[in-house]
Nanobody
Framework: QVQLVESGGGLVQAGGSLRLSCAAS????????IGWFRQAPGKERDFVAA????????YYISSVKGRFTISRDNAKNTVYLHMNSLKPEDTAVYYC??????????????????WGQGTQVTVSS
């Protein structure tokens, strides 16, 4: 089992940057793929990005490719989401999650079993 805590959210102007962090507890952190999802008011919780347990492969939705970068430091039990060129449509609560289902798609919410409490990102126009 793993516990996840997000931080780094806040209010930023369009075009600005933020770095979200996801700190994990548990000795098996390095065995989990980690994803970031986001949920805007009145909308579904949607996939944003993910990284495999060894950091070799990453996945992004098309709308954030070239603007967001996911990375991890297994020595620090932390995953990061670097967000650049932020847009008002990026406004949402961002959740960090651990993939506890072997195989399957990193894009599918059903593959993830452990979730953080979320951090708010607000981008003003």
């Amino acid at each position: 089992q793993v516990q996840l805590v997000e931080s780094g959210g806040g209010l930023v102007q369009a075009g600005g940057s933020l770095r979200l962090s996801c700190a994990a507890s548990g000795r098996t952190f390095s065995s989990y793929g980690i994803g970031w999802f986001r949920q805007a008011p009145g909308k579904e919780r949607d996939f944003v990005a993910a990284i495999t347990c060894n950091g070799v492969s990453t996945y992004y939705i098309s709308s954030v490719k070239g603007r967001f970068t996911i990375s991890r430091d297994n020595a620090k039990n932390t995953v990061y989401l670097h967000m650049n060129s932020l847009k008002p449509e990026d406004t949402a609560v961002y959740y960090c999650t651990a993939k506890n289902i072997s195989g399957g798609s990193y894009y599918s919410r059903a593959m993830y079993g452990y979730w953080g409490q979320g951090t708010q990102v607000t981008v003003s126009s």
